[in-house]
């Protein structure tokens, strides 16, 4: 075996057993190579120099032949030719990537050839055109017009015996002469209208065109099987990958389809033909404090208003509390508990939270910080416990929800929320297919909770609705989304089709199962912590009333477009306090956000990469000016206010002006922003200054050095103390109770503070 190394100049060819070098190409030495394009067949090795193709010897590297160099005038006139055919959107593209296209049609920096042998053929894409020549001789044998994808090269792939060719794949051509043998789906039954291709490669299997114009698109080559994914989405220039019988999905950083789309890196699997739901195992099983629990009920007293039981205080995730603290604060006490922990929740003179790699449940006193007990869970607990009359519930990622006596931790019962204990491997640790957050919702004496990733993948997320002392269950759904396939709303009305810049909508954006537009798709969700607004409970975006029944309109409640629990700062992340109904505008979130009045949108409700309010007031901060907390008007919530549960982008006003109460620039970066009494909390560490590149700022910044800690008035933003704190807090992690200040650190410490 010998492996081939290509660089702008030459091409090496290498033993692989040996690592010996066998030859060097360097004939043309004043041409430059493309060594993507390498391809090797039989006795041959073929590659791109210049807009020629060559084909060198594969033992020795002797040159066995050469397309004639196509001269640039030649090129020029293959690109306008294919400019006339592509229609107006790419003549658009072309004009302006005038300056930037090379002498082989290809834009400069994004594209190279492509080469594919197949048989005796030598299928050749370089700019415009798409040429078959013979490998024996490289004599031409036909062409055709062909386009790149949008910052990607063009695509080839050789199945079912017949070429396709890219971005559309609709047309099958014979090999040996060219003509067009097959043809697909009409591409306008299966892709979603507007905005334009991914800026990656796509890929095929002996079966499928995996197409990727929004997500994942499947053209089957066998049957009519085609389908459209548009909630998975391939990393820049690469993209996805199908190998194994499995689709490998990277991580990327797009702001389309904010909803209901992957992140993070996936391993996806085809469907599985058998049910889901396990119908012949009990699902409860009872600990040994089940008696007790279930039959004292009635008789335990709920938490103090001083209180903070439940991620971000309450059920409406406000992160705020009448609960006051002194203006000047000092260190009580402080515990080490793990290396990654979760916020705090206090509740009956108890703080609980989680050591979250450790699959732990950790009790400690309130008022020193002794431990009280520790219980080990089947999985991760990526938020803490929620407090509720003396028992502590909680989920985990082992599909599992416990319930614990707040007392000593001993089990009163665990439920399988999952509807199989089936498992899978994520983030280096063995869990559930369909995983629990920590976190529960107690609303009016029921515990709800999910189970599950996405509404796309192994049946959907199961909602459920608890009996908080015994484990019964009350109420349940399940959240499943439905593949779109080629023809679903294809004769829908006309005159629903609108185009709004790059964005466009048409009959399968209103009637296609994920009623997708260019940037928003609201047919699918994926999951987070559960929020309500008093009357109802959300799943991201998704309604439901306390019956678990989904609701089909929306109403205004907390949500972030990537998770409350991502602690990642990403500009494509936002906490909203809207109805998250961003259907049928120009752009998504993202590209406005910072931007009032861009695309003729503006967000019209609060956010923020943090959030904290009231019923009057919502605090934030924006990324403005560094970093800027300001105060805004904020609702009581409702049932459903018609004037306030409208889209959350809306067309700007002619004196669109900020109605902000007050704003300041804060020299922080901050990671947590809560409300106690009078007083704003705000948590983070050092900001880095413009200009500002030494390994200790960076250090600083990330949170490997010191933690600040500002008490900031809520009338007017004025800054009352502040503190330097031996690490920075974790993600949203601060609570207040009874006068005390609790903080769970980076470096695995719970840091509780009270009045000097």
């Keep these: ?120 053929i030598l299928l050749s894409a370089d700019g415009a055109t798409l040429k078959a020549l013979s490998v024996k001789d490289g004599s031409q044998l036909w062409q055709c017009p062909c386009r790149a994808g949008f910052k990607s090269p063009v695509d080839i792939f050789v199945a079912a015996g017949l070429a396709w060719v890219g971005p559309d794949y609709n047309i099958g051509r014979d090999l040996r002469s060219g003509e067009v043998s097959r043809r697909l789906v009409a591409l306008d039954d299966l892709r979603t209208a507007g905005h334009h291709h991914r800026c990656y490669r796509e890929k095929a299997t002996d079966r499928y065109i995996i197409g990727g114009y929004r997500g994942m698109e499947f053209f089957d080559l ?16 690469f993209g996805i990958l199908p190998c194994n019988g499995l689709v490998y999905a990277p991580s990327h950083a797009c702001g389309c389809f904010m909803e209901a789309k992957l992140y993070g890196f996936w391993a996806l699997a085809p469907e599985a033909d058998q049910g889901i739901k396990d ?24 938490e103090s208003g001083e209180d903070w039981p439940t991620y971000r205080h309450d059920p409406l995730r406000s992160g705020s509390t009448p609960s006051a603290v002194p203006s000047e604060l000092k260190q009580a006490w402080e515990t080490k508990i793990a290396g990654r922990i979760s916020p705090p929740v206090v509740g009956q003179d108890t703080v609980l939270l989680s050591a979250i790699d450790e699959h732990r449940v950790i009790a400690l006193a309130a008022g020193n910080g002794s431990i009280r007990w520790s219980f080990t869970a089947g999985g991760r607990v990526d938020s803490p416990p929620t407090i509720h009359k003396g028992l502590g519930l909680f989920g985990s990622s082992d599909g599992y929800i416990y319930c614990l006596r707040l007392a000593n931790g001993d089990l009163a019962w665990r439920f399988r929320a999952s509807p199989q204990d089936l498992r899978t491997v994520a983030f280096d640790r063995v869990e559930s297919v369909w995983p629990a957050h920590g976190s529960v919702l107690v609303l009016d004496g029921v515990a709800y909770v999910t189970a599950g990733r996405s509404s796309y993948l192994d049946g959907g997320i199961y909602l459920y609705g608890l009996e908080p002392a015994t484990g019964r269950v009350l109420y349940e759904t399940c959240v ?66 306390k019956e678990c029944v989904r609701q089909e309109r929306t109403s205004r409640h907390l949500f972030s ?41 503006y967000v019209a409700v609060p956010y923020g990469l943090m959030l904290t309010f009231d019923e009057k007031t919502v605090w934030g901060v924006r990324r403005l000016k560094g970093y800027t907390l300001y105060a805004d008007t904020h609702k009581p919530f409702t049932d459903y206010d018609e004037s306030a549960s409208g889209p959350d982008l809306r067309p700007p006003p002619q004196d669109l002006k900020s109605t902000w109460r007050w704003s300041t620039v804060v020299n922080m970066r901050p990671r947590v922003l809560i409300r106690a009494g009078d007083f704003l909390l705000l948590g983070g560490m050092a900001a880095l200054a413009d200009g500002q590149s030494s390994p200790e700022a960076f250090a600083s910044f990330e949170g490997l050095r010191k933690g600040l800690l500002w008490i900031m008035s809520t009338r007017d933003g004025t800054k009352v103390d502040a503190l330097i704190l031996e690490a920075p807090p974790v993600w949203d992690g601060m609570a207040v109770a009874n006068g005390r200040l609790y903080i769970s650190r980076m470096d695995g410490v719970l840091e509780c503070l009270s009045g000097k």
């Excluded at 290498?14 to 993507?36: K, N, V």
């Excluded at 906490?575 to 505008?585: H, K, Y």
């Design 480 to 545: 499943s989304s439905t593949h779109p396939k080629a023809d679903e709303g294809k004769d829908g009305p006309a005159e629903m089709t609108q185009k709004l810049t790059q964005n466009a909508t048409d009959p399968k954006t209103f009637q296609s199962p994920d009623l997708s537009d260019a940037f928003s798709m609201q047919g699918g969700t994926t999951t987070d912590l559960l929020v309500s607004d008093g009357a109802s409970i959300f799943l991201r975006t998704f309604r439901f009333n």
């Design 222 to 237: 066998a049957g009519g099987n085609h389908s459209r994914n548009n909630w998975v989405r391939g990393t820049c220039q």
């Design 1 to 120: 075996m010998s492996e081939w190394i290509a660089n702008a100049k030459s091409i090496v060819a290498i033993q692989a057993e040996t690592g010996d070098l066998l030859w060097t190409w360097r004939e043309r030495a004043s041409a430059t190579l493309m060594p993507l394009s390498l391809a090797a067949k039989g006795q041959c090795v073929f590659f791109q120099a210049g807009n020629e193709v060559l084909c060198l010897d594969l033992k020795t590297g002797r040159l066995l032949w050469s397309t004639p160099a196509v001269s640039s005038e030649v090129v020029e006139s293959e690109q306008a030719d294919e400019t006339k055919q592509v229609g107006g959107d790419q003549k658009r593209k072309r004009k302006s990537n005038k300056d930037k296209t090379s002498k082989t049609g290809r834009p400069v920096g994004w594209s190279t050839a492509t080469l594919v042998v197949h048989d005796d």
């Design 561 to 601: 477009t990537s998770s409350l629990l991502d602690g990642n700062e990403n500009h494509r992340s936002h906490w909203v306090i809207g109805s998250g109904d961003f259907r049928r505008i120009p752009v998504a979130y993202s590209w406005i956000a910072d931007r009032p009045g861009n695309y003729n949108s």
């Design 279 to 302: 119908t012949k195992h009990s699902r409860l099983a009872k600990g040994p404090a089940y008696a007790d629990t279930s039959s004292r009920s009635g008789s335990i007293t709920g």
